[in-house]
């Protein structure tokens, strides 16, 4: 009896990521071979790749070695973004054997063909100046079906000067309303009771097809069953009224958005590219707070941009200071080849990018603590996940809070009412209701 092939996977990267490592782990299965951890040795390793920032490289170049030090003999494939934009440094790479750009990740298998190594990388890279097209892929988060991240959309438009996904995974593109609709319905019919739709530009959903973001929601919320949906992240500019008033109307649409405005200087933006002001990301904030008082808003903000001076710099932390928002996803920037920022002057001393990323570190712990303590005496349904310490149970309300209750009056993977009672040590303590 022939035994299975064994293969592992590692991802590095965005949700988008996990979601198509999870699509080619089922291609994988379905052809027979045998799922290990990593770590554990294997006859086929694949390493799904980011390049978003210097230490994703540095994790890709790390992921590669350690696979090949544990599985020597093993078949490897490096696909992802590092992939598409820096295959010539990984192929370089003693023991890599298949290197798969963007448009072909979905065929990696095929391309692999007999798996036999032959002392040299074979590179399947194709340029993305004409559109690729578009490939459905969904994750489950952790074990058991809670969460499931459905990758709606790919590739952005957009050109901020400071990032390469663009040059990673091309244009903006996505699939049908009906195909993402029957999507959803598929995972909801799996028994997910939380989908997330997520992609890399999810605000430009349905461009080129006379759909929309909301157009989308509007069709998944007519879905039977209990299920509720929440958007991973959203261009301020692609914000539409029409979603704010859909996410106000319908218990389907979790009140919780992520929202990147990278600088709270208007100059900062202009040099980022980025498509808004702060006069217009205020007015946002503004317009979703109005229409759901109790959202939950993230916000990301990056810090150390070229030419970002002290007084950039005060302007970006007042603005977030003074903005309703929940806690603050804060990013270093890194200068990324490729980008027109890279060629920027003004390059910005790592102690001062440090200084002020833990600046605002702390402004988000202080914007949490609020954020929660407004919420304490409120009533949310809470999605328990597996797991939870010291007797208690824990999971996500739809406003994007972590709440725990005693272990004994929930269980794994149902969605109760919860009011939150009160906060220890920066945790959410909550009583089941029903
Ligand atoms: S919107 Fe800007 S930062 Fe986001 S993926 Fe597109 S180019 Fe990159």
Same mark, same amino acid.
């Given at each position: 009896?022939?035994?299975?092939?064994?293969?592992?996977?590692?991802?590095?990267?965005?949700?988008?990521?996990? @979601?198509?490592?999870?699509?080619?782990?089922?291609?994988?299965?379905?052809?027979?071979?045998r799922?290990?951890?990593?770590?554990?040795?294997?006859?086929v390793? $694949?390493?799904?790749?980011?390049?978003?920032?210097?230490?994703?490289?540095?994790?890709?170049?790390?992921?590669?070695?350690?696979?090949?030090? +544990?599985?020597?003999? #093993? =078949?490897?494939?490096?696909?992802?973004?590092? #992939?598409?934009?820096?295959?010539?440094?990984?192929?370089?790479?003693?023991?890599?054997? !298949?290197?798969?750009?963007?448009?072909?990740k979905?065929?990696?298998?095929?391309?692999?063909? &007999?798996?036999?190594? +032959?002392?040299?990388?074979?590179?399947?890279?194709?340029?993305?100046?004409?559109?690729?097209? =578009?490939?459905?892929?969904?994750?489950?988060?952790?074990?058991?079906?809670?969460?499931?991240?459905?990758?709606? *959309?790919d590739?952005? &438009?957009?050109?901020?000067?400071?990032?390469?996904?663009?040059?990673?995974?091309?244009?903006?593109?996505?699939?049908?309303?009906?195909?993402?609709? @029957?999507? %959803?319905?598929?995972i %909801?019919?799996?028994?997910?009771?939380?989908?997330?739709?997520?992609?890399?530009? %999810?605000?430009?959903?349905?461009?080129?097809q006379?759909? @929309?973001?909301? &157009?989308?929601?509007?069709?998944?919320?007519?879905l039977?069953?209990?299920?509720?949906?929440?958007?991973?992240? +959203?261009?301020? &500019?692609?914000?539409?009224?029409? !979603?704010?008033?859909?996410?106000?109307?319908?218990?389907?649409?979790?009140?919780h =958005?992520?929202?990147?405005?990278?600088?709270? /200087?208007?100059?900062?933006?202009?040099?980022?590219?980025?498509?808004y002001?702060?006069?217009?990301?205020?007015?946002?904030?503004? #317009?979703?707070?109005?229409?759901?008082?109790?959202?939950?808003i993230? %916000?990301? $903000?990056?810090?150390?941009?070229?030419g970002?001076?002290?007084?950039?710099?005060?302007?970006?932390?007042? =603005?977030?200071?003074?903005?309703?928002?929940?806690?603050l996803?804060?990013?270093?920037? /890194?200068?990324?080849?490729?980008?027109?920022?890279?060629?920027?002057?003004?390059?910005?001393?790592?102690? $001062?990018?440090?200084?002020?990323?833990?600046?605002?570190?702390?402004?988000?712990?202080?914007?949490?603590?609020t954020?929660?303590?407004?919420?304490?005496?409120?009533?949310?349904? +809470?999605?328990?996940?597996?797991?939870?310490?010291?007797?208690?149970?824990?999971?996500?309300?739809?406003n994007?809070?972590?709440?725990a209750?005693? *272990?004994?009056?929930?269980?794994?993977?149902?969605?109760?009412?919860?009011r939150?009672? *009160?906060?220890?040590?920066?945790?959410?303590?909550?009583?089941?209701?029903?």
């Open positions: 009896m022939t035994m299975a092939l064994r293969f592992s996977t590692y991802t590095i990267g965005c949700k988008l990521n996990y @979601s198509e490592t999870a699509s080619i782990r089922r291609t994988f299965a379905e052809a027979g071979l799922e290990v951890p990593f770590g554990e040795e294997a006859d390793v $694949v390493v799904n790749t980011c390049t978003v920032t210097s230490k994703a490289d540095h994790d890709t170049r790390n992921i590669i070695r350690r696979a090949l030090r +544990v599985s020597p003999r #093993a =078949f490897v494939i490096v696909t992802g973004c590092a #992939a598409q934009l820096r295959h010539d440094e990984l192929a370089s790479i003693e023991g890599v054997d !298949l290197i798969v750009g963007t448009e072909d979905h065929r990696l298998l095929e391309l692999a063909g &007999d798996l036999r190594k +032959v002392g040299m990388a074979r590179v399947v890279v194709r340029d993305l100046h004409r559109r690729p097209s =578009f490939h459905a892929a969904f994750a489950s988060e952790g074990s058991g079906r809670t969460r499931a991240f459905l990758k709606i *959309q590739g952005c &438009d957009y050109r901020c000067t400071y990032c390469t996904v663009p040059l990673a995974r091309g244009g903006s593109r996505s699939a049908d309303i009906e195909a993402t609709v @029957s999507g %959803v319905r598929n %909801v019919r799996q028994g997910f009771q939380e989908i997330v739709l997520t992609g890399v530009n %999810v605000g430009d959903y349905g461009k080129g006379g759909a @929309s973001l909301a &157009d989308l929601v509007r069709a998944v919320i007519e039977p069953g209990d299920f509720r949906l929440r958007i991973s992240s +959203v261009e301020p &500019d692609l914000l539409t009224d029409e !979603l704010i008033e859909l996410a106000a109307k319908g218990e389907k649409i979790c009140p =958005f992520h929202l990147p405005l990278q600088s709270g /200087s208007d100059e900062i933006l202009r040099l980022m590219g980025r498509r002001d702060t006069a217009f990301f205020r007015e946002r904030i503004e #317009a979703l707070k109005h229409k759901l008082p109790h959202t939950g993230w %916000v990301d $903000v990056i810090v150390g941009f070229p970002e001076t002290e007084k950039h710099f005060e302007a970006t932390r007042t =603005f977030l200071e003074g903005l309703p928002v929940s806690a996803h804060v990013f270093t920037f /890194s200068e990324r080849p490729g980008t027109p920022a890279a060629a920027y002057g003004g390059h910005i001393p790592d102690a $001062v990018k440090r200084e002020r990323n833990g600046v605002l570190r702390r402004l988000s712990e202080g914007k949490r603590a954020f929660y303590r407004s919420e304490l005496g409120s009533v949310r349904r +809470v999605l328990f996940e597996t797991g939870g310490e010291r007797g208690m149970i824990e999971g996500f309300t739809e994007y809070i972590r709440v209750v005693p *272990q004994c009056t929930a269980s794994p993977r149902t969605m109760r009412r919860v939150l009672e *009160q906060i220890v040590m920066g945790r959410v303590l909550g009583v089941v209701i029903d």
